[in-house]
């Protein structure tokens, strides 16, 4: 089976960075990517990584490292709006169907 | 562009009611179409995926099935809901080069 492990919660300050792990197990594994999910809306796609080495999207970057089965995703130059839980989804199968961690909830103070 | 579309958005639903989920997909052919489910506070559970025309494949067991009649037309149905059916359902398919998926708005299904 397929398993993704990330913090359930990270507190930080506006204007701070902060750093989000994601570990995975999966098969035919294909790549890491990275949600972001606003309360009662739908998540919607921040970056992908399919070779090892690091992503720059503005202010949000994401790190994977195959050979540790292991990637993030930095914050930086945190805003309130950021406030939101943050998934990382591993992609493997025929289909290449995206296997979800269990979020990590990203609360931003003033 | 490519745009995915669910209906309806909330519904509330007596259990042992029958159950129908819609989700479109415009501005492409024949894709990938995934059905996943998010109960509340949790992380996203897929449920079924297709890839084609009448080609359905299930990921976990359980009271809800799914079909694509069309091409670009993924269906979640029950025949009985169960209190545990409630949650956030969310239809996506593939975008792009890469493995990514996009999300449609998703239905808020609330069984009582």
């Known amino acids: 089976g397929q398993s993704l492990e990330q913090p359930s919660e990270v507190t930080a300050v506006e204007g701070a960075i902060v750093q989000i792990n994601c570990t995975y197990q999966?098969?035919?594994?294909?790549?890491l990517s990275w949600y972001q999910q606003h309360d009662g809306g739908a998540p919607t796609f921040l970056s992908y990584?399919?070779?090892?080495g690091l992503e720059e999207t503005g202010r949000f970057s994401s790190f994977l490292s195959r050979s540790d089965s292991y990637g993030y995703l930095l914050l930086q130059e945190l805003q309130m709006k950021d406030s939101a839980s943050y998934f990382c989804?591993?992609?493997?199968?025929?289909?290449?169907?995206?296997?979800f961690g269990s979020g990590t909830q990203l609360t931003v103070l003033p | 562009s490519q745009t995915i579309h669910q209906w309806p958005a909330t519904l509330v639903q007596p259990v042992g009611s029958p159950l129908s989920l819609e989700c479109t997909v415009e501005?492409?052919?024949?894709?990938?179409l995934y059905w996943y489910r998010q109960a509340a506070g949790r992380g996203l559970q897929l449920l079924f995926y297709?890839?084609?025309?009448?080609?359905i494949s299930s990921e976990v067991p359980q009271n809800l099935s799914a079909s694509r009649p069309q091409d670009r037309q993924f269906i979640l149905s029950s025949k009985k809901l169960l209190l545990s059916d409630s949650g956030f359902y969310l239809c996506?398919?593939?975008?792009?080069?890469?493995?990514?998926?996009?999300f449609g708005e998703g239905s808020w299904l609330t069984v009582v």
């Open positions: 989804a591993a992609a493997s199968g025929s289909a290449r169907q995206l296997t």
């Open positions: 999966t098969s035919g594994f294909y790549g």
């Open positions: 990584n399919a070779l090892d």
């Open positions: 501005g492409t052919s024949n894709p990938n």
């Open positions: 297709s890839v084609g025309i009448g080609q």
């Open positions: 996506a398919y593939p975008q792009g080069a890469g493995n990514t998926i996009y």
